[in-house]
Structure formats: structure tokens, C-alpha cells
């Protein structure tokens, strides 16, 4: 197990938002996490591929017919570009490869083999999403817990831009939140934790831990062990 590490599931659209590279968040996120490097930690950090994803799909489906397949690795292509971008912001902490299959322990190991203390890593093959990917390299690292950034501060029993009476899951068990997400993966398919992913970490007893990326100070209590918001989900 390496010892004092995070795995973050870093959403594409904290990346690369509708308006552009959002360089101001990636700047206060490399300073979080460089701050915690120093504290003693070490980080696996998954980037997906969010709206830039989509907007691929999008407009590939609007010049020709596309199969699931394309759709997977248009998104794939994406994660790993906002995987670049990453390992370049955090060259100094970060081994040099991008990680594009989680599923080789010894290689896995060789990117904290020189004292690195960041692996980046990105999408893998159709049929999987990145989420899936963290909860692959949190068994491979033997690692229990999988922080999800997105753009949402709790998740909800049902869409609260839809209904009123939505109410907050400061906490929920793997059963409960199954339910909500279903169990069918599709590409683009935008869900706090995707379905495929959360019958994994169910079935590994993986605690996963979803928060707004966006309130980077949030983040940092949850690393301070202080009161924070989001979802725990075990």
C-alpha cells in the first residue's frame, strides 16, 4: 500500500469548462495539492473528460452516424489531453508517463519508483469511464478511498434543477446511491459517480467521497480532517 495517498477523480469540466481552460482553478489546485505534497501526502489523479468530451460526441454525431465505440474514445482521446495538461502543471511532482492502463501493478509502482509523489493517469478502453479507472488503481494501490471532484457540492435523491423537494445525501450506503445512478454506462453520460464505477467500489468496499472541485478551501479541510461538505458514499 503507498502509504498517506489520495486518489482524486478530477472532472473534465473543473479542467476545461463551456467557457475555456479555467487556468485560475488549475492554478489554485496545483497550489492545494503542492501544499499537501509537503504535508507528507501523495496523489493518483484521474482527469476526465467533461464538456470538451462532449462537445466531440456532439459534433462527430452531427457530420456522421456514430457507434458507442467512437463515442468511448472521442471521450478517451479527451481524458488524456486534460491529462497532459495536468502532469504539465505538476511536472515537478509528477512522473513523467500518463497512465493509460490501470491494471499492471509493477508498472503502476514505477511512477512512485523515483520519488514522485503524483501519478497522472486517464481514460483506459471503451466501455469504461475515468471513474472507473480511479476505482481499478485504488484496488491495484490497495488505497480506500477515491475523492470526486465535480460541480456539484452534495449529491441528491433526485435532480434538484428538476424538482424542489430534492433533498442533500450529506452520507449514503452503496445500495442506496445504486439506485439513483442505475447500472448501464453511456458514453457523455454525466452522473456524480457512474453506474459501472459504483458497483466496483461496492463491491471493494471502497469509500468514495463526492465534493464541489470548484471550492478548492473545502477540499483542504477534508484534508485537515475538519468538517466539510459533500457526500460519503460506503
Known amino acids: ?56 460526441i456532439e459534433a462527430a454525431g452531427k457530420a456522421t452516424r456514430l ?11 479527451t481524458t488524456r489531453l486534460n491529462a497532459h495538461l495536468i502532469k504539465t502543471v505538476f511536472r515537478k511532482y509528477a512522473h513523467p508517463r500518463i497512465n493509460k492502463n490501470p491494471n499492471t501493478k509493477a508498472d503502476l509502482k514505477k511512477h512512485f519508483a523515483k520519488g514522485e509523489k503524483i501519478m497522472v493517469a486517464a481514460g483506459w478502453r471503451p466501455g469504461w469511464s475515468t471513474d472507473y479507472v480511479a476505482t481499478i488503481l485504488a ?62 467500489a461496492d463491491e471493494l468496499g471502497l469509500r468514495v467521497v463526492i465534493m464541489n472541485g470548484k471550492n478548492l478551501g473545502n477540499l483542504g479541510k477534508y484534508f485537515n480532517g475538519e468538517k466539510f461538505k459533500g457526500t460519503v458514499i460506503e
Open 1 to 56: 500500500m503507498l502509504d498517506n495517498t489520495y486518489i482524486i477523480s478530477l472532472g473534465g469540466s473543473l479542467i476545461a469548462p463551456e467557457n475555456g481552460i479555467d487556468w485560475k482553478f488549475l492554478k489554485k489546485f496545483k497550489e492545494l495539492i503542492v501544499k499537501q505534497i509537503k504535508d507528507g501526502k501523495k496523489f493518483v489523479i484521474i482527469t476526465g473528460g467533461g464538456h470538451i468530451a462532449r462537445e466531440y
Open 67 to 77: 457507434t458507442n465505440d467512437d463515442k468511448d474514445w472521442l471521450g478517451i482521446h
Open 139 to 200: 484496488e491495484r494501490l490497495n488505497v480506500g478511498i477515491v475523492i470526486n471532484l465535480s460541480n456539484i457540492d452534495y449529491v441528491y435523491d433526485k435532480d434538484p434543477n428538476k424538482f424542489k423537494d430534492a433533498k442533500k445525501m450529506k452520507e449514503a450506503s452503496w445500495k442506496e446511491f445504486r439506485k439513483l445512478v442505475g447500472n448501464k454506462w453511456d458514453p457523455g453520460l454525466n452522473a456524480p459517480f457512474d453506474p459501472v464505477a459504483s458497483r466496483n
